[in-house]
């Protein structure tokens, strides 16, 4: 939440929005309406008070459903989506209604310094103003009544409210392909498999991994920082995200042709498929009489020294 995106003309006033994007969802915040509800005003007497008190009770407005609407609309006319239960007032914590006037009447007992938790975040918040005289509180609770923006100039009443919102702070990695190509691992399949003319590296899962983790470890990092940032423990996650990003196209095994299978990374050149079929009809032969393998040393030097060159170091 750090601009305001829109500005929205409600009932003669302008309610800023601002956006949040977090927790996988987004927010509008507005500016609260703050509107006296007239219907709610009443003078009580105060009968917990050790002195004789009066008040003059009356509900504000912080938000209502009409003002989401409103805010909604404008919003879609300036190509922003959003639900009405995603468009809030600002989250405040604490308020306090106080008094702008040069010369107060004495009957008027308002406490200017008095704040209200609102951890609650109600549309509407109790308000009162302590008054000596029960008379005088009839007639302010008259005048409200009658003509509350008279009142209400007259009276200056103003509200505050304070908020506890999160800092923000970010850092932007940007991995280029040189990032890329410094890792140990793809220098490694560049060199061995340079002379592929497929023009496709196949890859297992754990050594996608691995390149992972190795571009993670070794690339040279062009980041943008905000003055707060603290390191975060990200490693993990970012790993997942290159491995996601890398993986790109899944084939079966079973579907490689001769040609591509030239072109699959084995970190161990035994574990390929073929190679090890190769390598056991050549080192073994089977004995049907006694129902035993019997292995060929002399063979599987053979093999090994005749398949060197294929063995990633």
């Not at 003669?12 to 927010?27: H, M, P, Q, S």
């Not at 920082?225 to 491995?243: H, R, T």
Request: hydrophobic share 35%; proline share 3%; glycine share 2%.
């Amino acid at each position: 939440m750090e601009q305001i995106i829109i500005s929205v003309e409600y009932h003669g006033r302008r309610l800023n929005v601002w956006k949040e994007d977090a927790f996988g969802y987004t927010r509008y915040f507005v500016t609260p309406i703050c509107v006296m509800d007239t219907n709610s005003v009443k003078c009580v007497k105060d009968k917990y008070s050790n002195v004789d008190r009066f008040a003059f009770s009356f509900y504000v407005k912080v938000w209502d459903s009409d003002a989401a609407k409103a805010v909604q609309l404008k919003l879609k006319q300036k190509g922003f989506k959003a639900e009405a239960s995603d468009i809030i007032p600002l989250p405040m914590q604490i308020v306090k209604l106080s008094i702008n006037h040069a010369i107060l009447s004495p009957e008027v007992q308002l406490d200017n310094n008095k704040w209200k938790p609102h951890q609650g975040q109600q549309n509407r918040i109790l308000f009162e103003i302590g008054l000596k005289n029960e008379t005088f509180c009839n007639e302010m609770v008259s005048d409200a009544k009658e003509d509350p923006q008279t009142f209400l100039d007259a009276l200056n009443l103003y509200f505050k409210f304070t908020m506890v919102v999160s800092q923000q702070s970010s850092r932007n990695l940007n991995i280029t392909g040189k990032s890329v190509a410094n890792s140990k691992l793809f220098t490694n399949l560049a060199n061995s498999y340079s002379n592929q003319t497929t023009g496709f590296m196949f890859l297992q899962s754990d050594d996608v991994k691995d390149l992972s983790r190795d571009i993670y470890n070794t690339f040279t990092i062009s980041d943008e920082v905000s003055g707060d940032y603290v390191e975060p423990e990200k490693e993990n996650q970012i790993i997942l995200e290159l491995f996601n990003e890398i993986k790109g196209q899944q084939i079966l095994s079973s579907d490689l042709t001769k040609d591509e299978w030239n072109s699959v990374f084995w970190d161990d050149i035994y574990s390929r498929p073929d190679i090890q079929t190769e390598y056991f009809n050549e080192t073994l032969t089977y004995d049907s009489d006694t129902k035993h393998f019997k292995y060929n040393e002399t063979k599987d030097k053979e093999f090994r020294e005749r398949n060197e060159h294929r063995i990633t170091n």
